[in-house]
Structure formats: structure tokens, C-alpha cells
């Protein structure tokens, strides 16, 4: 592998044993090596193959619209649209690929994802606030019907002003900086995914010497005319139009600041861009805001919650609507519903155990630890009832150097534009006090910017003998978190339905919240301000 680079021209480039068309049918090794060529040009990179003195004709990829694929161990394939600006149509472009041992093919996928993702726009020294013309990690991962509106949604000020009025949200962030003026006085900030430019500001409050605000929607153009209203404030930000993952910055950032939290934490994945943005343009040893965070899950109970989301789905038990009979359609109607996670506040005497938790650690996380999230399940019932699902809300934490501070959306605790979220089986499991409710939450990835949801949960065996016994029922949904049904109700006082059997009621300082996955747990000492959680 040899790398050339120069103020105008970086390429890098592969000893490979052959290269040859989709089409033919075998791929012979050739008695002179063949050099796979990474390069960029005038803003295009490309991958080229050359053979003695001279590049192969017809064996130009396109990075921007390429895709490679392992088909062996020392084989892949190269798809991609042609790179020839002087065709009228494009056209799909496929080459095969042999490696000479496993190590050069790992570095060679490797190389490939940096040059079409990251490291082209490096090479091409665009100026502060550019953009560059290849595809970008984000474009390659997001559907554009969802971005587009996702940055539609996030352009308008209502939507912005929803966001303001948090002011648990707003009022935490703006005391996590100020509290924290020695993190800032002085130092480089980027804000990721700025909206308003309200956190750029608050950074500027707290005497940073420059804050780049960046901002992929419209927003970008009603920030600008925000900070020009502050020019005292103003003075020291430069807002920027585009994604983390394509512009380019003139200078590092001594902390980066975002609000990148969605439901569940990680809807809407924007933590990604986040962790890119750390990638990109953090120092080394750099702050986060926030730098940690947790989501918390509980099983419930819930009856009345569980008979209102089974009833929606009566409509299609009708025999007789206008003479046609809906039934055939009642048990999908059923369970559509049911794939659709609650988002509400609801009252955290409903929660069956205490909770556990899973930790991210926006420091050390990769981007690609976001794509699929998997979690055991293992509680403890504190009471004996029906349990309806799994209750999730998150904490963020501010790691201050003064003051840290923690972001809650617990039950309990005021709240927030996230409220909670719960996910309801369609078959609900009984369970009595002191049994062992085990199960799994797993989260992956798509491209509409948000998740598939698969939960489990099971009750084992329960009193003498348990210890040969195993799961005696189980129940299992899969839901999307794109697609919730908001209910967002307020917690009314609870009281115990007619069908529900009665039983004693969890108080909210019942309710932990275990940090003992955290490998630093004394930087977690602050407690949950306002809330009925405690932390340990």
C-alpha cells in the first residue's frame, strides 16, 4: 500500500492480482500485478486500475456512487454508475477484485468506506463552510425521502419552538454550560445540528472564543438572523449551512455541543452524526456535551393502556359494514397496533421492577455501534400482576469540569417534549412477586432514520424448585420506532381497575437508576434534580 499526497493531488494505491468485468466468468491471475488507484480530482474521487504504464480503459468507479461487496475472502465486487461524464445515460458498472491475502482485502474495504466518506473532502482542501460533490456518509445510509423531510420538518420555527419551550430541556442545557464557564472561556465549539443557533449562543454567553454552528436545514438561514440580533454574541459565531458528515471547519474544537437526543435516545440517529462530528473535528481530550447516555427500561403494567390499544382494532370485527364483511382483516388490524410504541408520560407506580439500564459513552462510542443495539433483559417482579411490556426512558449527562449535570425524561420526574415511551405486547405474561422476568430488547437500524424494535419477555419458573424449571411463557412484538402513537397524556393519579388485581404499588424512590456499567461511576455522583429516581 503507498500513499502520495501534495497540496493538490493525494492518491493512494493496491497491489491486487487481478482485476476483471462482472461479466467474465473468472477472475485469472495476470503475470503482471494490477495497482487499484484511490484518487481525487478537481472534488471526484475515484478508483482506477492500471497494469504496466498505463490505467485500464473501461475500469474507472465512480466513489460517489459505488458500492463494494465481499464475495470471499480474497474476492470482492465493485458496483458501480459510470464515471464517464460524456454518456448521455448511466449505466451500472461491475468489477471484480482478487486480493493476495486477507489482510490487504480488509485494508482495501477499509480504505474504500474513508475515501468515498471522509477522507476525500480531506484531501481536497475545501474552503471553511464548503461542501463537498461526493456522497456523503450520511446520504449513503439515509433514504432521501426521510431526510428530506426530516430537514423540512427541523427548517420550521414552530417545530423549533416546541423544542425552546422544553424547558427542562432548554433550562438544562443552558445551566450545564454556564455552570461549566471554565470549559468554555477561551475554547473552540462546534455546535452539531445548531437549529436556532440557541446553543451556540449559550456557548458564546460563556466567553468561547469561536462557535461554528452547523446546520443541514433551512434553519441555518433563521440562526444567522438570530446571532446577527445578539452582535455581541454574535460577533464570535460563524453559522454554517450543511452536515457534519460533508463540511469542512478551519480549526479543531476543544468541545463539541449537540442536542442530538430523539425518543428512546437514539431515534431519528442523528447520535451518529454526533459521534462523526467527535470524529471529525474534536481535539483529542476534548468535552462533549452531553458526554454519556443511559437508556432506562422497566417492565409495567398497564391495563388500561393495554384495552385501549386492543379496541382500535374492533372497527374491523364489523360483519356488516355496508354489506361487506371487514374480519378478514382484523388480526393484521391487531397487531399493527400493537407495532406501534406509546409515547406518553405515565405515572412510575406502574413500573413492575426496578429498572435496568444501557450505557452509550458518546467518547469512546463508534458510529457503528448505533446500527444495531442489543440488550438482555433480566428483572426482578416486586409485585404480582399482568405485565403489559417494557417502559424505556433516557438520561444524558453534562460532564462539567465545575458542575455535571444531568438531562432526565424519567417518570416522575417534569416533564419533557420526549415524555417516555413503552412498547405493549399483544399477549400479555403473569408474574408474581419476586419472579425473575428475563427477555431482550433489540434495536436495529434502517434508513428512514430511526429503528426496528424486536422485544421479548419471559417469566421463568417461579418458588421450590425453579432452579430445574425453565421459562414457562414468553411473549414477544416487534415494533417501529418511526412510526409511534402518541398519546402524551399527562400521569393521572393511579388507581387500581376493576379487572387488575390489586396490588401494592411501587413508589418512585423505588425506583434506582444502577450505574455499575459505567467504567468511571464517581463521575456520576449528581443526582436526578426533580426527580423521584435516585441515582447509586
Known amino acids: 500500500m503507498e500513499v502520495l499526497a501534495g497540496q493538490k493531488h493525494k492518491h493512494l494505491e493496491f497491489t491486487l492480482v487481478a482485476v476483471s468485468e462482472l461479466s467474465s ?3 485469472p491471475p495476470s503475470s503482471t500485478p494490477v495497482i487499484a488507484r484511490f484518487s481525487v480530482d478537481s472534488g471526484v474521487a475515484e478508483l482506477r486500475f492500471r497494469q504496466d504504464s498505463g490505467f485500464i480503459d473501461g475500469f474507472n468507479v465512480n466513489l460517489g456512487t459505488a458500492q463494494l461487496f465481499k464475495v470471499g475472502p480474497l474476492k470482492s465486487l465493485c458496483i458501480s454508475g459510470s464515471s464517464d461524464s460524456n ?42 463552510g464548503a461542501i463537498s460533490d461526493v456522497k456523503s456518509k450520511f446520504d449513503n445510509k439515509i433514504e432521501s425521502s426521510s431526510a428530506k423531510m426530516y430537514f423540512h420538518y427541523y427548517g420550521q420555527l414552530l417545530h423549533q419552538q416546541n423544542m425552546l419551550q422544553d424547558y427542562v430541556r432548554t433550562g438544562t442545557y443552558y445551566a450545564a454550560v454556564i455552570e461549566n464557564r471554565a470549559d468554555f472561556t477561551g475554547r473552540v465549539v462546534v455546535d452539531v445540528g445548531a437549529g436556532s443557533g440557541i446553543l451556540s449562543l449559550f456557548a458564546a454567553q460563556a466567553g468561547a472564543k469561536h462557535v461554528y454552528a452547523v446546520e443541514a436545514s433551512e434553519m441555518a438561514e433563521y ?70 447516555g443511559r437508556i432506562h427500561m422497566a417492565p409495567f403494567s398497564d391495563e388500561y393502556l393495554f384495552v385501549e390499544i386492543a379496541n382500535k382494532a374492533l372497527f374491523w370485527q364489523q360483519q356488516n359494514y355496508y354489506g361487506v364483511d371487514l374480519t378478514a382483516l382484523h388480526g393484521s388490524a391487531f397487531q399493527g397496533y400493537f407495532s406501534q410504541p406509546v409515547v406518553d408520560a405515565f405515572d412510575p407506580r406502574l413500573l413492575v421492577s426496578p429498572p435496568m439500564s444501557h450505557v452509550i459513552d458518546f467518547n469512546e462510542a463508534k458510529e457503528e455501534d448505533l446500527y444495531e443495539i442489543d440488550i438482555p433483559l433480566k428483572f426482578v417482579a416486586s409485585v404480582g400482576t399482568r405485565v403489559h411490556g417494557l417502559a424505556c426512558w433516557f438520561d444524558v449527562l453534562f460532564n462539567g469540569s465545575t458542575v455535571q449535570r444531568w438531562l432526565t425524561t424519567a417518570p416522575g420526574a417534569p416533564t419533557t417534549h420526549w415524555y417516555q415511551i413503552r412498547c405493549v405486547l399483544s399477549q400479555p405474561i403473569y408474574v408474581m412477586a419476586g419472579q425473575e422476568i428475563t427477555g431482550r430488547l433489540h434495536m436495529v437500524a434502517h434508513n428512514a432514520q ?33 412510526e409511534p402513537y402518541y398519546r402524551m397524556s399527562q400521569p393521572q393519579p393511579y388507581t387500581t381497575a376493576q379487572d ?23 463521575l456520576l455522583q449528581q443526582p436526578l434534580e426533580n426527580s423521584g429516581a435516585q441515582l447509586q
Open 500 to 522: 387488575q388485581q390489586p396490588h401494592q404499588l411501587l413508589q418512585p424512590q423505588d425506583i434506582p437508576i444502577h450505574t455499575d456499567d459505567l467504567e468511571e461511576p464517581k
Open 25 to 27: 466468468s473468472s477472475v
Open 450 to 482: 430511526s429503528y426496528t424494535i424486536y422485544l421479548t419477555l419471559s417469566a421463568k419458573m417461579w418458588g421450590p424448585g425453579a432452579e430445574q424449571g425453565g421459562i414457562i411463557q414468553s411473549s414477544s412484538c416487534k415494533l417501529d420506532l418511526k
Open 87 to 128: 454518456k448521455e445515460k448511466s449505466y451500472a458498472q461491475g468489477v471484480t477484485i482478487l486480493f493476495r491475502n486477507e489482510e490487504e482485502s480488509r485494508d482495501f474495504h477499509s480504505a474504500f468506506e474513508q475515501w468515498q466518506n471522509e477522507d476525500v473532502t480531506q484531501g481536497t482542501h475545501l474552503p471553511n
Open 223 to 292: 440562526a444567522r438572523k438570530l446571532i446577527a440580533g445578539n452582535p455581541s454574541l454574535g460577533q464570535r459565531i460563524t453559522v454554517i449551512k450543511g452536515k457534519v458528515e460533508e463540511v469542512e471547519l478551519p480549526e479543531k474544537a476543544d468541545i463539541l455541543i449537540s442536542e442530538p437526543l430523539g425518543t428512546l435516545l437514539v431515534n431519528e440517529r442523528m447520535l451518529e452524526s454526533y459521534i462523526i462530528a467527535r470524529d471529525r473535528f474534536l481535539v483529542p481530550k476534548g468535552k462533549m456535551f452531553p458526554s454519556v
